[in-house]
C-alpha cells in the first residue's frame, strides 16, 4: 500500500475561504443538514482537528513560528494536516462516515503560498505526502469581500482578544488569498464550487447544502438505487 493511502467509504467534504467568512458556523449548518438527511457526519477543522494538532494550530497563530518563514510554516501545518488525517479523518471516513473539515490543503495553497515566497513545486509536493489519497470529494470555497470578511472577523473577536499571525497581515495580503482561493477554484472545477458567502447565515447555508445535494447526495441515491 502506499504511504498514507486510507480506505474510503465516507465523503469528505471541505470549506474554505479568507477570514470572517463564516465557515465556522457553515459547517455547523451543513452538519445539522446531513444528519437531518440521515447522514452520519462528523465536523472537524484545520489547524487542528486531534488532540497533537491542536497543539500546533496554537504554536502556528501565535505567530512564533512566523519568523522562521512561510516555508518552515507550511511544513508545521501539514505535520499538524498528517495527524489530524491519521487520528480523525481517515478513520472516519473508513467508517463511513462523512467528514466536513473547516479548511485543509487549500488554505496551505493559499496562505503559505501568498506572497510568493515559497517554490509552489515544494507546496504541491509537501500536499502530495500529507495527504495521499485523502482529498477531498467537495470543496466549497466561501467568497465574499475582504474588507468585509475582516470586519466581521474583528467584530467577532472578543473585546481585548488580539488578532491572530494572519489576521494581522496587511489588505493586499488578504486580496490575494480571495484570488487564490478563486484560482483553485477555476483550475479544479470538478471538485470546488464557489459559494457566495455575502449574504444572509441562513441563505448561505441553503445554498451550501443545494450544493451538497445536487454534487454529492442525489447521485449516491441514484447509484444505491441502481445496485439496491
Ligand atoms: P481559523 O481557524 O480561525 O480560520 O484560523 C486558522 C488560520 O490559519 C487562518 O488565518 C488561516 C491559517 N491557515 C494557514 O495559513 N494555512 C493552513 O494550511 C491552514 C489550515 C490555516
Redesign the pocket.
Known amino acids: 500500500m502506499p504511504a498514507r493511502a486510507a480506505t474510503r467509504r465516507g465523503t469528505f467534504i471541505t470549506l474554505e475561504g479568507g ?1 470572517g467568512a463564516g ?2 458556523t457553515q459547517v455547523r449548518h451543513l452538519l445539522y443538514n446531513l444528519r437531518t438527511a440521515g447522514i452520519a457526519a462528523i465536523g472537524t ?4 482537528g486531534s488532540p497533537g494538532a491542536e497543539i500546533l ?1 496554537k504554536l ?2 501565535s505567530g512564533r513560528i512566523a519568523r522562521l518563514g512561510p516555508a518552515a ?2 511544513i508545521l ?1 501539514a505535520a ?2 498528517i495527524d489530524h488525517i491519521d487520528t480523525t479523518i481517515a478513520p472516519a471516513l473508513a467508517a463511513g462516515t462523512w467528514v466536513v473539515s ?4 487549500d ?2 495553497r ?3 503560498g501568498a506572497r510568493g515566497q515559497v517554490d509552489p513545486r515544494f507546496l504541491r509536493a509537501l500536499e502530495r505526502i500529507a495527504l495521499g489519497n485523502v482529498r477531498p470529494d467537495l470543496t466549497l470555497i466561501l467568497d465574499l469581500p475582504v474588507t468585509d470578511g475582516l470586519a466581521r472577523a474583528t467584530a467577532r473577536r472578543t473585546t481585548g482578544e488580539a488578532p ?4 494581522r497581515e496587511d489588505l493586499e495580503f488578504h486580496k490575494t488569498l480571495r484570488g487564490a482561493f478563486l484560482s483553485i477554484a477555476m483550475a479544479e472545477p470538478a471538485r470546488c464550487i464557489v459559494i457566495n458567502a455575502g449574504g444572509p447565515e441562513e441563505e448561505v447555508a441553503q445554498a451550501i447544502f443545494e450544493a451538497v445535494s445536487h454534487r454529492l447526495i442525489a447521485p449516491a441515491a441514484v447509484k444505491q438505487a441502481r445496485h439496491g
Open positions: 477570514e465557515k465556522s477543522r484545520e489547524p487542528g494550530r502556528l497563530l510554516e507550511a501545518f499538524a494536516r473547516d479548511r485543509y490543503a488554505s496551505t493559499a496562505y503559505q491572530d499571525r494572519f489576521e
